[in-house]
């Protein structure tokens, strides 16, 4: 499974983009966008996922 970036929420302040240890966030039109194909929702390296920790906008990384 893969998080996704609600592109209408997202704020672009890069807060979660250096946090993903898959580098699977990246700016795309002055938002974040993740890559599901890397994305592992950090399973096996942390408990929870880093980017909705560091997320300063609730609901904003969810489930594809």
Known sequence: MALKIIASMCTGCS???P?????AIREKGGTFIIDPA?????????DSPQCVAVCPVDN???KA
């Open 15 to 17: 807060a979660c983009e």
């Open 60 to 62: 904003c990384i969810k």
């Open 19 to 23: 946090e993903c240890p898959n580098v």
């Open 38 to 46: 890397k994305c592992t929702e950090c399973e096996g390296q942390f």
